[in-house]
């Protein structure tokens, strides 16, 4: 069977991959200092060459920031894009590195084998598992069993600015049947995970000024509007006492959990106790009907994120001040429109100020969430295929974060993602000392051979 070759293959030539790996990873492609921009282009070139060397057509693109990289292979069978990114976050503080960020050694931690530096989790060494599971197939069977594309970004960890303008410019030639998307991580030890919601979020800061200047409190403390009694009983009112978020219409159009989900998102045996323990807490304070795993994945929030007006420095200043501001966020789930609740949160601010006081605010993005459908071939192989590889079963998880792409991709290219990376939560990735499993390493590139060969089934 070609797959058992493929994978036998995989695991003779561990040693040659983990050194690939090392040569990428001493490549300094600091993509938010423009004194690493050299090395940000000499990743992309090492990347295309690579690519090149098993027989995919690659290229580098530049952009008006840094460059991307896209890679066609000639074989037939379902078209995937698989997308990772080479670009890497800044070292600071340096002197809390056990060693030099881009000198990657394996090392001995806790009795794991973990490979050491800058970029190993985030993103480089998780790209590579696709790239080296590429060119086991290749090696074995001398083709691919799907048609792939390959594009890898040297802009994420700098925010993306050339991603949408070069997404548009090259829909065309990069759309494919599903996307294929490594910079995510394990559920736990052992255990899988294939991201399928991604919450959105929208940001709001809002002003409230009352008098024209600030005031003595003794002079006119208690018969003058406060704009921060005013802003703090708004911001009290975001939430009632069962955690559900007063804004009118806020949950409309959230579905809600398919039981299959559910069972799976059950069966994963979610320890509150151990998430909130460590930073010191014990209570879920979101809406008491709900699940902790339902709260972070699959439901909205609302979190303020800062107050501040009037003295806040040393001593004390009775002032009864002009202005009180506050920054909100939101995370958003599938069925929620950001530009709609933008529109329904400002006006019920609105509808809450008393007279003498006046409301501003300024926006600070609205993206909707992604919800992949699983309904799509592609999800059920991929589950299977990393259920066949790991200890444990995998299952379709959420996010409570963002992952701008996978929206890109669905909003630009007209496909979902499929999130499958091999990442851990300890792998400190953007601080010092990043590190990768070798085991995710090597287990990262079987899952990717599977896949590519259940895409062909």
Not at 56 to 67: E, Q, W
Not at 392 to 406: C, D, H, L, R
């Amino acid at each position: 069977m070609s797959l058992d070759a493929v994978l036998a293959r995989i695991d003779a030539d561990l040693d040659q991959s983990t050194d690939r790996l090392m040569e990428l990873l001493r490549i300094q492609s600091i993509s938010t200092d423009p004194a690493f921009d050299a090395e940000v282009a000499k990743a992309a070139d090492w990347l295309a060459a690579d690519l090149a060397s098993i027989g995919f057509d690659a290229s580098v693109r530049d952009t008006t920031g840094h460059p991307m990289v896209v890679a066609h292979g000639s074989d037939d069978g379902p078209h995937v894009l698989f997308y990772g990114h080479y670009d890497v976050q800044p070292v600071d503080p340096l002197e809390l590195w056990h060693r030099d960020p881009f000198d990657p050694a394996i090392e001995d931690q806790n009795g794991v084998k973990v490979i050491r530096g800058r970029g190993a989790s985030d993103d480089k060494g998780q790209l590579m598992t696709f790239v080296e599971a590429c060119r086991a197939w290749k090696a074995v069977t001398g083709k691919l069993p799907a048609k792939v594309t390959i594009f890898f970004e040297g802009e994420e960890e700098s925010g993306s600015p050339s991603l949408v303008p070069f997404l548009e410019a090259n829909a065309d030639e990069l759309k494919a049947e599903v996307a294929l998307i490594c910079d995510t991580g394990l559920f736990a030890e052992g255990v899988p995970g294939i991201t399928t919601q991604l919450r959105g979020l929208l940001g709001e800061e809002i002003t409230i000024t009352g008098p024209s200047l600030d005031l003595h409190s003794g002079m006119f403390g208690g018969v003058a509007m406060n704009p921060i009694r005013v802003l703090s009983r708004i911001l009290a009112g975001l939430h009632d006492e069962s955690g559900v978020i007063q804004v009118p219409g806020f949950y409309d159009g959230i579905p809600e959990l398919s039981d299959e989900l559910r069972a799976q998102w059950d069966g994963l045996g979610f320890d509150v106790a151990g998430f909130l323990g460590p930073v010191g807490l014990s209570v879920p304070a979101g809406e008491a009907d709900r699940t902790p795993l339902e709260m972070i994945w699959s439901r909205p929030t609302a979190e303020v994120n800062g107050i501040w007006g009037g003295y806040t420095g040393a001593g004390f200043k009775t002032v009864l001040p002009s202005q009180a501001h506050a920054k909100i966020s939101f995370r958003l789930v599938a069925g929620q429109d950001p530009h709609v609740l933008r529109k329904s949160f400002r006006a019920w601010v609105e509808a809450q100020l008393p007279a003498d006081c006046s409301v501003s605010f300024e926006g600070h993005g609205a993206s909707p969430a992604s919800q992949m459908d699983i309904s799509h071939p592609a999800f059920q192989v991929t589950r299977q295929a990393l259920s066949d590889e790991w200890p444990n079963e995998a299952a379709f998880i959420g996010s409570g974060g963002s992952i701008p792409v996978a929206g890109y991709f669905k909003e630009i290219l007209g496909m979902d993602s499929i999130l499958a990376g091999f990442g851990k939560d300890d792998d400190a990735i953007h601080s010092p000392n990043e590190k990768y499993d070798l085991s995710s390493f090597h287990h990262g590139i079987r899952s990717w051979a599977r896949i590519l060969g259940g895409l062909a089934s």
